[in-house]
């Protein structure tokens, strides 16, 4: 008897500042999130996901971007990363 593993598609993260276009791809949201290295820029990003079927397209405040991104604490980071997840809700299986 073979067993089988349920494939679990991957999130792609798209991430759009200023013009130009950051694309990653990870198991998890904060591991994709994690992996998308744009210069910082406090400006508004436009961020897509995809996870098989389901897509979502949000536009992310200047404050968010500096804190996932941008040279600051681990306590912005971690607030920030908090609001993504919110945003995201439903790519958090």
């Given at each position: 008897?073979?067993?089988?593993?349920?494939?679990?598609?991957?999130i792609k993260?798209?991430?759009?500042?200023?013009?130009?276009?950051?694309?990653?791809?990870g198991?998890?949201?904060?591991?994709?999130?994690?992996?998308?290295?744009?210069?910082?820029a406090?400006?508004?990003?436009?961020?897509?996901?995809?996870?098989?079927?389901?897509?979502?397209?949000?536009?992310?405040?200047?404050?968010?971007v500096?804190?996932?991104?941008?040279?600051c604490?681990?306590?912005?980071?971690?607030?920030?990363?908090?609001?993504?997840?919110?945003?995201?809700?439903?790519?958090?299986?």
């Amino acid at each position: 008897m073979t067993k089988t593993k349920a494939i679990k598609p991957k999130i792609k993260a798209t991430l759009k500042l200023l013009g130009k276009y950051y694309i990653a791809e990870g198991d998890t949201l904060q591991k994709t999130l994690k992996k998308l290295t744009p210069p910082v820029a406090k400006t508004l990003g436009i961020l897509t996901l995809e996870k098989g079927k389901l897509k979502r397209e949000k536009i992310i405040q200047p404050r968010i971007v500096m804190g996932l991104w941008g040279k600051c604490g681990q306590t912005m980071q971690d607030i920030a990363m908090k609001h993504i997840t919110l945003l995201f809700g439903d790519f958090n299986d």
